[in-house]
């Protein structure tokens, strides 16, 4: 499994390593630290940047989330809702 540091995690997430320590510190991304340095999946971070994404989606949307078998969150969608032009 590929792992990243603190740095590599702020690059994938397109933030600051300070913004990354506190997601691992509200306990938002999995992490460890091996002697200073934090240490975390890379997997662990491209989830979380997922779950964002469609949690903030969901939200413009006024759609709840949902999650599928595998974890992964989804905007719910509503039946009979055709095109961008439906009002909610």
């Known amino acids: 499994m590929a ?18 320590e ?22 662990d971070v491209l989830d979380f940047i997922e779950r964002q994404i469609v949690t903030q989606t969901a939200a413009r949307m006024r759609r709840p989330t ?3 078998s595998r974890g992964r969150a989804r905007a719910t969608t509503n039946k009979g809702c055709q095109g961008a032009n439906t009002q909610i």
């Open 3 to 20: 792992t990243v540091d603190l740095q590599e995690a702020a690059a994938l997430m397109k933030t600051s390593a300070s913004t990354v």
């Open 22 to 43: 506190e997601f691992i510190n509200s306990g938002a991304i999995p992490a460890g630290k091996l002697g200073r340095k934090w240490v975390m999946l890379k997997k």
């Open 66 to 68: 949902t999650f599928d």
